[in-house]
């Protein structure tokens, strides 16, 4: 939906000045009084009814649960002593096995080389077992076991090799942790003894299997943090929510308040603490918060709005009027009328910003009534914001801003407010069936009934509320236009009466601009109505404008250029004195007043050149209209349609080359005339402009065949 243009000036706020609706420390000031307002709105509803009690005290009253609510330390707890009781996981790294092995092969293997030398000594052989042994091995021996081992036999080595294989094996297959390595080195001792009986190794063997195999027992099994701690997050989540339940007894009369019913009471929010400023701190946050929000999307995405106070000022009446009428609607919450906040009329200000502002603003502003709504209507479940009523609220208003898209009729805000109506009984009844606990079959219907009546409500008030916004903001909405445009309006029966031909050129004139305007989205409607009054002015001398003086004598002929061109530039004058006295919006007066422009009257002061005999006399200035310019587009474009629609019906031949020609001369001209310098036209658009003007004209003025006379009577048959 297209924004609105600019309020006028002529209703109840007249007396606001340019500066003061471009002034911005007025545009913050604005916002500060909405937000102070909007604050001491919600101020009592931050919090539920609260109770005043202490540990150790005796509780002067029975305190039952108002919802049902996650008791978290309660829960937290059950879950910390869930996760202690699973134990630590270990896992075996068969590579630390593998590689003790293939250790214990390596070493048997150098050992063997070494012995069967017979080229080295014995303290030679000693030096390189130890050279061996602490490289693969370990370096912890004593002395004199080297001595031993390279005095085995190759038979005894083999042995040897075998067992401390089988026996490192065993054990490291069973898994080793660290703190067991020194219980599973000693686990070597007995494994030896089980093995004398089967295996006869002399003590020299014995002595080197046993430091061998305890050497080779290293820690296989190691603590696995990721695992050990996914099973007591498991074991965490299997733990279900521990409740406090609705209608549960948290503290009964005359009892003795303990640690625990005292924390619930927290929990739960019931506590009054009388130097407990932080809420109200934190719903000044949530406010400021809305509201910076609010102020950077207006300024970003309505520039219209941003720059004009006085547009501010309508939004925030708007968002006012419907926070007040919510917060009467709280009143009556109770427990027999607990769901009375679906008859929150947030319909009303999205409707009403829909119809006089724009209907994207009036969805986002949607989204800020629905927070309002969550926290007027928290009481019966004792949260600061009670979703179901925001969810219900966003969903309802917006709808209502969606069905009064381009709406052109008064009841079409009925047909709106059946829509939201509608739209609010979804969720009204998907929240019951999610939330059945909440509410019996009575308590749906007297939702639904609510829900329906909030629809209807806002309409109504809308409906209500709709004119007094249109006259003190002089706001120009699409049906206060359609009004406008009735052919029964006092002055459109004056302008046909007086001026026929005026009327017809305001009519040509207005299905030009429409099309035009809408071509570079502008509002169409607006350039179709301002043309309807464009000409008003020419009523008081009718008898002087070319199109009403049918077959009879032209008065101008008879009088000095000078007077004529008087006579004409005052029809503008005089048409936005007309349009005051009825009270017609400022943007009709606008269009009316701005049309010409500033153009000169050609036809006046090329007779007056011909008449002065001193030609220098004659000032064009003189024969110029007096303004101002236009100073929007709407304007701009029924000045355009003017001039072509007066000059394409003097052609003798409408031809669409012809028409062409005459449409793009006659934007060119007022383009090198400066006519659109205060206007945001651009090239770009003037083009559209002049083809859609091309396109319509074409319409009007396609051929036609010619029909035959009919044939005489009695005449010959050839």
Sequence with gaps: MK????????GALSWFTDRWKTSIRMHLLLYAIFGIAFYLLLIKHILPERVEI???????????????????TATEEAKKQAAEKVDRVYAKDDRLTNQQIDKIDRFFADIRKILSDDGLSQAEKEKQVKTVLNETISDDFPESFYHTLSTLSPEALTDVRLKAREIVHDIL???VR????????????DKILATMIENSLDSKARIVLREIAKKSIVANEFYDVKQTEQLRDAAREAVRPIPINKGQIIVALGEVVTEDQYRKLEELGLLRKD???????GLGLLVISMLSALFFYIRRFHRSVFRNNARLLLLFSVLLLTLVGMKFIAFGQNLEWSMIGYLAPVGLGTMLITLLLNMELAIVCAMLLAVAASMLFNGENHLLF????????????????????????????????????????FPITALHFMLPSEGTWTVLLQSLAFGALSGLFSAVLTMGFLPYFETVFGILSPMRLIELSNPNHPLLRQLLIKTPGTYHHSIMVGNLSEAAAEA???????????????DIGKTKRPQFFIENQLKRLNPHDKISPNLSKTIIISHARDGVEILKQHKIPKQIQDIAAQHHGTTLIKYFYYKALQQERDGDQVRQEDYRYPGPKAQFKEAAIVGICDCVEAAVRSLSRPTPSRIQNMVNKIIRDRLEDGQFNECDLTLKELEIIANSICETLQGIFHSRIEYPEEPVKGAKQG
Aim: proline residues 4%; without cysteine; glycine residues 8%.
């Design 3 to 10: 924004e609105k243009k600019e309020p006028s000036s002529t």
């Design 54 to 72: 202490q540990t150790g005290m005796v509780s002067p009253e029975t305190i039952v649960s108002p919802v049902t609510k996650i008791d978290l």
């Design 173 to 175: 297959e069973k898994g």
């Design 178 to 189: 660290q703190s067991e390595l020194k219980e599973k080195r000693e686990s070597v001792d």
């Design 275 to 281: 130097s407990n400023f932080l809420p109200h701190l």
């Design 386 to 425: 009670d979703f179901r009523y925001g969810l219900v609220s966003l969903i309802s208003g917006t709808a209502a801003a969606f069905a009064l898209t381009d709406v052109r009729k008064r009841g079409a805000i009925l047909q709106a407010g059946a829509v939201a109506a509608v739209a609010s009984m």
């Design 520 to 534: 570079i989205g502008a509002d169409g409607l607006l350039a179709r109505v301002g043309s309807y009054y464009h």
